[in-house]
């Protein structure tokens, strides 16, 4: 069985500071894992996937994350938050014979300037 | 090439009535997935079809039910709508076991009253 934590439910950053959202997984079988970030009243927008290649996958809009396995962990961050950086974030793991996304709880990211 | 598309984006309904979504996967993908969003329960996975055929269901009561069919577009039903049926409803696309990421649509906001 998958699952996934997400610890925070909000966090606040200033313009220009890292960003750091956490993620831990469980996976009874290798995981595929996801970030998709949502804007208000918008659909879920994909922003990296790790699907057991290189460990350190880097998506679209600055962000990347690192799977570490020894950790069950796949946090996304960001060098330097922008504005337009305030949104939800969901973490997401796939079994890899099934097409079922199991999504954390979400943070909602604020950025102040 | 078009996103994920889903129709209709709004809708209002009465407790009792039944209400069907449409969602039109990107060219190409033969894996569609339905998910719930509510505020309470966060994103839950309703169900799965690929070529046609439910290939995994989520823990749903048997009022939510869907279909696929041959050109790959997909609809859900809800019959006797509550009011706890209120939510986003997202449809995802992928070409199958989520190698190439899953694409979601912008969802449809169902309002029971």
């Known amino acids: 069985a998958q699952s996934v934590t997400q610890l925070g439910s909000h966090v606040s950053v200033s313009e220009g500071a890292l960003v750091l959202l956490r993620c831990n997984y469980s996976s009874s079988v290798p995981p595929y894992l996801f970030w998709y970030v949502q804007y208000p009243n918008q659909g879920l927008q994909l922003l990296l996937k790790y699907t057991s290649a290189a460990t350190l996958v880097k998506g679209i809009n600055g962000f990347e994350a690192e799977f570490k396995k020894s950790e069950t962990s796949f946090h996304l961050t960001k060098p330097s938050a922008h504005m337009s950086d305030a949104a939800e974030y969901f973490c997401a793991v796939s079994a890899t014979n099934t097409d079922k996304l199991i999504f954390g709880t979400g943070t909602r990211l604020q950025v102040f300037p | 090439k078009a996103g994920v598309t889903q129709t209709p984006r709004y809708l209002i309904k009465t407790r009792g009535q039944q209400v069907t979504l449409s969602c039109s996967p990107i060219?190409?993908?033969?894996?569609v997935s339905w998910y719930q969003q509510t505020p309470g329960q966060g994103l839950q996975f309703l169900f799965e079809?690929?070529?046609?055929?439910?290939?995994n269901k989520g823990n749903f009561p048997g009022r939510f039910s869907g279909r696929q069919f041959s050109n790959s577009r997909s609809e859900m039903n809800v019959s006797t709508l509550e009011l706890g049926d209120s939510a986003l409803y997202l449809c995802a696309s992928s070409l199958d076991r989520g190698e190439g990421g899953y694409t979601f649509g912008s969802g449809t906001r169902l309002t029971v009253v």
């Open positions: 060219s190409g993908h033969r894996s």
């Open positions: 079809y690929f070529s046609e055929t439910q290939r």
